[in-house]
DNA sequence: TGACATATTCGCGTTACGCATATAAGTAAA
DNA sequence: TTTACTTATATGCGTAACGCGAATATGTCA
């Protein structure tokens, strides 16, 4: 490799004399489709890799932070705005993409039921269910789509992710609406950890966390005694460092 | 900024055409010193910021993964070797560099005391212990040293992921030698989490874990009955993501 | 009015843990 | 040799969290 002095963050280093990786963020975004932890892809139709399904995602342009890129790609790419966003992890193995260097910053998108919709209804991504480990996409028709590059690593990161922190933080609320029954709230975590859990003991949990607030509202459109509809209040607890 | 085409990553997209960001590693090296947790930190010389004191870093280069770079960063400017090397957060802010746009992925370090002693020795950094929060960098003589760059947001991210995983994972280990007794282990605990723990319950919770193989060793240069030695098991069972 | 489905609550056994206290095993000095 | 001292290690108990089965509540629909 170039060898790069010791002073190089130290002063008058000059980059543009070496070689540098290009860097994009990738997008993985997830949501609860049919009781299942779902990802969204995008077709890819150019080589290297066509015809395998990819991460929505774009080059962070100069005078553009991370977070901001990921927005945009969000918006431009996936026809979405305002969902709940974060930094997942970085990968840069050297041979990650055949055909130049690119470093990608991953971040993790959760979807309401109506975004993940709204997205497949644009027409640029299709919806896949995540399963297995390392977790494959599985497609509609039950098959596995093929994932280009590394993606199915990043996939796989995002989901054990998500599992990690599921239980002791606010992401679940990124899949639900405003206002929710405590039963959609368990079938995310459900759908997230893929296993089922104990009813009580998850109400006694979400209620004892002290985030709910009952709303006196209780949902319709149900055959059968409606349950009520709670919000997630202001006094969250901080959460868990990662 | 730049108008990035739609299928960037999709195909004829040339990147030489834009202006890239620079991409770095940071490394946030942590040891336990005199109970306390400390981060070996470089005293800039050179403008931008000289004078103030920031994390070992270094350009990524081109052939070189993003692993390696850091590796690279703690063997040539630390002089350490086989220290616990793990992703920690990448910061992507437009100015905070003032001189270029960088990129840059920050990891954390993890060392043993001996591995502290060491680096101090070899010259090219000092100790300083993290306190508050936003996490400080108190100096020998009780003084905060004035940190380069967001360094000081790189270090209490570091602090806090520390402390959300000490407690579920083994990280907790890469401070200690091979073989250390209880005590040792939380002492390492105490000090990352900055709050004393109860001494039954941390021994009962430790055990119960399944990790530690007791070795029938006891330490030895102790005044007082000396502690069983313990070592650090393979049957880890597969650490929380994150 | 009664069957049915789901929400919501209750009670109980088990486990994890904080905490005070006891016991064990070394060193060092009387 | 004995005793004080210090820290390691074990034990007992009260409390809180939680898994789980079962009971009760409240809607819809025939």
Redo the contacts between chains.
Sequence with gaps: ??D?S????????D?AA???????VDLVLLGIRRGRLSALLMR????PQAGRW?LP???????????A?AARVLR??VGLDGAHLE?L??????DRNPR??I?T?AYLALLREEQVEAAVRAGQVAVAALEGDPAAAIGEDRAPLPLAFDHQAILT?AR??L???IDYSDLAFAFLPPRFTLRALQDVHEAVLGTPLNKPAFRRRMLDRGWLVATGLREDEASHRPAELFTLGGARRPA???
């Design positions: 490799m170039a790069i010791d002073d190089a963050l130290l002063g008058d280093y980059p070496y070689a540098r990786p290009s860097v994009t890819r139709e150019q080589p990819a995602g774009g080059f962070v342009a100069i005078d553009e932070s991370l977070d890129a431009d790419k930094q992890y970085s990968f840069g193995a050297v130049m260097r470093i910053i990161l054990d992710r599992r990690g922190k868990r460092s990662q």
